[in-house]
């Protein structure tokens, strides 16, 4: 199992930028895909984006692609997501996790897929 703890969360204006990170603790993550969720008030949670173990492959949500970029770097056991031109429609609370497959080739969007979450940091974004 990974434990992870997400930071970086707050409030912004539309079109600003801010940085997630998420750091975990334990042996697998450099073995591990990552994802990052929201769940916004009311709303089921979904996905926003993955990456490989090995950071070479990525996948984004529709809703989010050419604004957020999900990077990791395995030598500080943090995983990243990069936000940019925030909407309003982004306030939620972001979450990280872990894939319950080490060394998986394919990137799923699935939270059953995911075995290890973080807490989530509340991203509140105004008009």
């Known amino acids: 199992q990974v434990q992870l703890v997400e930071s970086g969360g707050g409030l912004v204006q539309a079109g600003h930028s801010l940085r997630l990170s998420c750091v975990a603790s334990?042996?697998?993550?450099?073995?591990?895909?990552m994802g990052w969720f929201r769940q916004a008030p009311g709303k089921e949670r979904e996905f926003v984006a993955a990456?490989?173990?090995?950071?070479?492959?990525?996948d984004y949500a529709d809703s989010v692609k050419g604004r957020f970029t999900i990077s990791r770097d395995n030598a500080k056991n943090t995983v990243y997501l990069q936000m940019n031109s925030l909407k309003p429609e982004d306030t939620a609370v972001y979450y990280c996790?872990?894939?319950?497959?080490?060394?998986?080739?394919?990137?799923?969007?699935?939270?059953?897929?995911?075995?290890?979450w973080g807490q989530g940091t509340q991203v509140t974004v105004s008009s």
């Open positions: 334990g042996r697998t993550f450099s073995l591990s895909n």
């Open positions: 996790a872990a894939d319950r497959r080490l060394l998986g080739h394919d990137l799923s969007r699935s939270e059953a897929d995911f075995s290890s």
């Open positions: 990456i490989t173990w090995g950071g070479s492959i990525t």
